[in-house]
Structures are given as C-alpha cells and as structure tokens.
C-alpha cells in the first residue's frame, strides 16, 4: 500500500524558511514523479513544484521559482520542498503527489494525473 507522508509544515513570518518532507513507502519510487501542490482557503488545489525521481529534473510554478526548491533523497525514499522568502500569498495547505506514468513534462503540472496523495501540512506565513 503506497503511502505518503508530509511533515515541516508551520507558522512562519514572511520573509522567513520552511522545509516539508514527503516521506514515500510501499514500493519503489524510482520511476516516479512526485510533485507538490497546495490549496489556499477557498481557492483551487494549484501545481506547486515536481521531480522525476529518475532524472532529478524539476519543474516549478512561476509563483514559487527562485524561492523555492524540490529535491528527493533515494536513501530515504524523501522528497523535500526547501521554501525560502515566504510571502503571506503561500499559506496553504500542502501535499505530496505521486504518479507512474510517463508524458510531456507541462503534464505533471495537472493534478489529475497523480495516483497516490498524502494527507497535507499546513504552512502558514503572517505578514
């Protein structure tokens, strides 16, 4: 059973740094692609950042490039969202996304294509 975990979520000022995990376990990520979205209150789950696991290449949202960055760590079978210079605008809740399958790189940007999802942290950032 695939099962995603997400941690490091918190109270922040803006300005300020986070660090979430995705903890992954219940077969072999290797030839996933994991990928971040969030939902801000009353608004639409949105395309945060994404990783192959195989290739270590990313993809991130205009609102976050630059402030923020996806990384994975094989060993532990991880994936990080490093948020630097938070702005009120990023509090949300924030999940960690799976899926096997294999298409275009602007793809992976849909939610719809992910198969396995954690159950969300919240990041809130005061002004």
């Known amino acids: 059973q695939v099962q995603l975990v997400e941690s490091g979520g918190g109270l922040v000022q803006a300005g300020g740094s986070l660090r979430l995990s995705c903890a992954a376990s219940?077969?072999?990520?290797?030839?996933?692609?994991m990928g971040w979205f969030r939902q801000a209150p009353g608004k639409e789950r949105e395309f945060v950042a994404y990783i192959r696991w195989t290739t270590g290449s990313t993809y991130y949202a205009d609102s976050v490039k630059g402030r923020f960055t996806i990384s994975r760590d094989n060993a532990k079978n991880t994936v990080y969202l490093q948020m630097n210079s938070l702005k009120p605008e990023d509090t949300a809740v924030y999940y960690c996304a799976a899926t096997a399958s294999t298409t275009e790189y602007y793809v992976y940007t849909r939610q719809g294509l992910y198969d396995y999802w954690g159950q969300g942290t919240q990041v809130t950032v005061s002004s």
């Open positions: 219940g077969r072999t990520f290797s030839s996933y692609t």
